[in-house]
């Protein structure tokens, strides 16, 4: 069992930057892919990156890539995603997510925290 706490959301205009946060509890969390995805009003929850639990492999999805880092700390029971340049249409609910396999459908996914809320301004 795990369980996941999202930090770091809020108001951001456009081009600035802003660094989210995963607090995982719960045995074996070096064990699981980490994942972040984003649901925005009206749509379906997607992908936008994931990494191993080897911090060895990172994959983002392609609306994202090259803008945000995902990162994750064994230790520290953590993962967090750093965004930059973001843009409107990065405004969505970010969830952080556990996998025993990693992917980039939801329904890989184990174990999902609450959401926090990312707004970017134009």
């Known amino acids: 069992q795990v369980q996941l706490v999202e930090s770091g959301g809020g108001l951001v205009q456009a081009g600035g930057s802003l660094r989210l946060s995963c607090a995982a509890s719960?045995?074996?969390?070096?064990?699981?892919?980490m994942g972040w995805f984003r649901q925005a009003p009206g749509k379906e929850r997607e992908f936008v990156a994931t990494?191993?639990?080897?911090?060895?492999?990172?994959y983002y999805a392609d609306s994202v890539k090259g803008r945000f880092t995902i990162s994750r700390d064994n230790a520290k029971n953590t993962v967090c995603l750093q965004m930059n340049s973001l843009k409107p249409e990065d405004t969505a609910v970010y969830y952080c997510?556990?996998?025993?396999?990693?992917?980039?459908?939801?329904?890989?996914?184990?174990?999902w925290g609450q959401g926090t809320q990312v707004t970017v301004s134009s």
């Open positions: 997510a556990a996998a025993l396999v990693g992917g980039t459908r939801t329904y890989q996914y184990k174990y």
């Open positions: 719960g045995r074996s969390f070096s064990s699981y892919y």
């Open positions: 990494i191993t639990w080897s911090d060895s492999e990172t």
